[in-house]
């Protein structure tokens, strides 16, 4: 097992992605979550494709692991945050790659089935996440939620 790292600390004004690995995002939940992240101070990138619908699923496998390893990847990306949980993550664990997530040392955050996916970071990256906030509720990020995950994508 590699030795375990915390995931790096982001700056103020730092690009955040927003990800579906996991079931459907409601519009208006996106839409709040998204206003609070950027009233938070940051800047927010989404997928075209963030909305896909596949039965109980944010879209088809491929397209959910494709969108996390696509974030992973981007240098451009400073942290990724969950949208909601659900159903589906560990249905992805195959398609993605540990050494990247462990060199991106990118904040994951998110709960939930998310936990799946931090576990497999874990294990297999031997990279912390953070077991936060989402964009599943309306208003979610509001107040201390907010705050706290302020502080703890700061570092």
Same mark, same amino acid.
């Given at each position: 097992?590699?030795?375990?790292?915390?995931?790096? #600390?982001?700056?103020?004004?730092?690009?955040?992605?927003? #990800?579906?690995?996991? $079931?459907?995002?409601?519009?208006? #939940?996106?839409?709040?979550?998204?206003?609070?992240?950027?009233?938070?101070? @940051?800047?927010?990138? /989404?997928?075209?494709?963030?909305?896909?619908?596949?039965?109980?699923?944010? $879209? #088809?496998?491929?397209?959910?692991? /494709?969108?996390?390893?696509? @974030?992973?990847?981007?240098?451009?990306?400073?942290?990724? /945050?969950?949208?909601?949980?659900?159903? *589906?993550?560990?249905?992805?664990?195959?398609?993605?790659?540990?050494?990247? @997530?462990?060199?991106?040392?990118?904040?994951? /955050?998110?709960?939930?089935?998310?936990?799946?996916?931090?576990?497999?970071?874990?294990?297999?990256?031997?990279?912390? $996440?953070?077991?936060?906030?989402?964009?599943?509720?309306?208003?979610?990020?509001? *107040?201390?939620? *907010?705050?706290?995950?302020?502080?703890?994508?700061? *570092?």
């Amino acid at each position: 097992m590699p030795v375990v790292l915390c995931a790096r #600390a982001i700056r103020p004004g730092a690009r955040i992605a927003i #990800a579906a690995p996991a $079931g459907p995002v409601d519009p208006e #939940a996106l839409a709040s979550g998204r206003q609070a992240l950027e009233r938070l101070g @940051f800047e927010i990138v /989404v997928r075209d494709d963030l909305l896909d619908r596949d039965g109980y699923l944010a $879209g #088809a496998d491929e397209r959910r692991a /494709v969108e996390l390893m696509e @974030f992973v990847r981007d240098p451009e990306i400073d942290a990724i /945050v969950c949208a909601r949980g659900g159903y *589906g993550c560990q249905r992805i664990l195959d398609s993605l790659d540990a050494a990247a @997530f462990r060199k991106a040392a990118k904040p994951l /955050v998110g709960y939930s089935d998310i936990t799946t996916l931090l576990l497999w970071q874990r294990k297999f990256a031997g990279l912390l $996440g953070i077991h936060g906030p989402m964009l599943e509720k309306k208003d979610g990020l509001e *107040g201390e939620a *907010g705050s706290a995950l302020v502080r703890a994508l700061q *570092g």
